[in-house]
Antibody, heavy 122, light 113 residues
Framework: QVQLQESGPGLAKPSETLSLTCTVS??????????WSWIRQPPGKGLEWIGY???????NYNPSLKSRLTMSLDTSKNQFSLKLRSVTAADTAVYYC??????????????WGQGTLVTVSS | DIVMTQSPDSLAVSLGERATINCKSS????????????LAWYQQKPGQPPTLLIY???TRESGVPDRFSGSGSGTDFTLIISSLQAEDVAVYYC?????????FGGGTKVEIK
């Protein structure tokens, strides 16, 4: 059974870059069978999809964040990563990584990490 | 973007009673080529990540109790918990996966009356 685990600093300063990594076990990020997504949830609020990356390097970002985002894959470590630049307090959230099956059309998010809280504060 | 609107924001239901949650999308999420609704429901318990409950609007994920059911098509969808149990206390989200950006409803908090 696949497991996903987010890691990274729990604190980021305003205007700096937030960097997170998701480590996948029980599955392979290079299998081609899944999209690998990031989703965030501000404290006490709802869910926002950030974007996904595919093993081929294909990426789909939420346009609301696209100008500040970089996602990447490290197949040697079975990980995928997120970088969000120029953060503000509005980027404070629990960040989740998740997967969905790849197909000719989209699929639901069927496995999630436990999430990691990132606070943006000086 | 497809906007997902849930109602109510919260509801309190007695144990063993029915809970009904509604979700409306700003445009149809029914894919005409395969007649499937690209709509999922998730359950999020306090301090935990969301878990997939239902997909294709009405198909239960493996291991989900049959007291959970989903219905609807096009733009209007419903999640029903037929007999509320204590372990069902959670926030429930609908989500469309018809197009990107993937979008979620605002959530419905279900509590015990």
């Amino acid at each position: 059974q696949v497991q996903l685990q987010e890691s990274g600093p729990g604190l980021a300063k305003p205007s700096e870059t937030l960097s997170l990594t998701c480590t996948v076990s029980g599955g392979s990020v290079s299998s081609g069978s899944y999209y690998w997504s990031w989703i965030r949830q501000p404290p006490g609020k709802g869910l926002e999809w950030i974007g996904y990356i595919y093993y081929s390097g294909r990426i789909n970002y939420n346009p609301s964040l696209k100008s500040r985002l970089t996602m990447s894959l490290d197949t040697s470590k079975n990980q995928f990563s997120l970088k969000l630049r120029s953060v503000t307090a509005a980027d404070t959230a629990v960040y989740y990584c998740a997967r969905s099956a790849s197909s000719s059309s989209y699929r639901p998010l069927d496995a999630w990490g436990q999430g990691t809280l990132v606070t943006v504060s000086s | 973007d497809i906007v997902m609107t849930q109602s109510p924001d919260s509801l309190a239901v007695s144990l063993g009673e029915r809970a009904t949650i509604n979700c409306k999308s700003s445009q149809s999420v029914l894919y005409s080529s395969n007649n499937k609704n690209y709509l999922a429901w998730y359950q999020q318990k306090p301090g935990q990540p969301p878990t997939l409950l239902i997909y294709w609007a009405s198909t239960r994920e493996s291991g989900v109790p049959d007291r959970f059911s989903g219905s609807g098509s096009g733009t209007d969808f419903t999640l029903i918990i037929s007999s509320l149990q204590a372990e069902d206390v959670a926030v429930y989200y609908c989500q469309q996966y018809y197009s990107t950006p993937l979008t979620f409803g605002g959530g419905t908090k279900v509590e015990i009356k």
